[in-house]
């Protein structure tokens, strides 16, 4: 059973930097795709960035292309997000995703979600 665990979140001003890991277990995660998404009450949850988890695939949602980098450490099964110039527009429950099927946009395309962890990015 994959299991994934989000943490790093928390409160930063705006202009600042946070960097979320997500830790994964319980699968072979070769062939996975690792993505970010976030999610504020009242709207659908949005893509954010996305990862494969060996080679070079990398893919960012426009409004956070240039801040944001997606990363992986293979050796500790662990994605990171590091944020940087963030906003109060960036404020949303970040959660972890993955899929052992080709790279997907939409929530409905991936198969294991971690618990979430909380941004707040204050003005």
Do not use: H
């Not at 979140?9 to 946070?18: E, F």
């Not at 060996?54 to 960012?60: D, E, I």
């Amino acid at each position: 059973q994959v299991q994934l665990v989000e943490s790093g979140g928390g409160l930063v001003q705006a202009g600042g930097s946070l960097r979320l890991s997500c830790s994964a277990s319980g699968g072979t995660f070769s062939r996975y795709i690792l993505a970010w998404f976030r999610q504020v009450p009242g709207k659908e949850r949005e893509f954010v960035a996305a990862i494969r988890w060996r080679g070079g695939f990398t893919s960012y949602a426009g409004s956070v292309k240039g801040r944001f980098t997606i990363s992986r450490d293979n050796a500790k099964n662990t994605v990171y997000l590091q944020m940087n110039s963030l906003t109060p527009e960036d404020t949303a429950v970040y959660y972890c995703a993955a899929t052992g099927d080709r790279f997907t946009i939409p929530t409905m395309g991936y198969d294991y979600w971690g618990q979430g962890t909380q941004v707040t990015v204050s003005s």
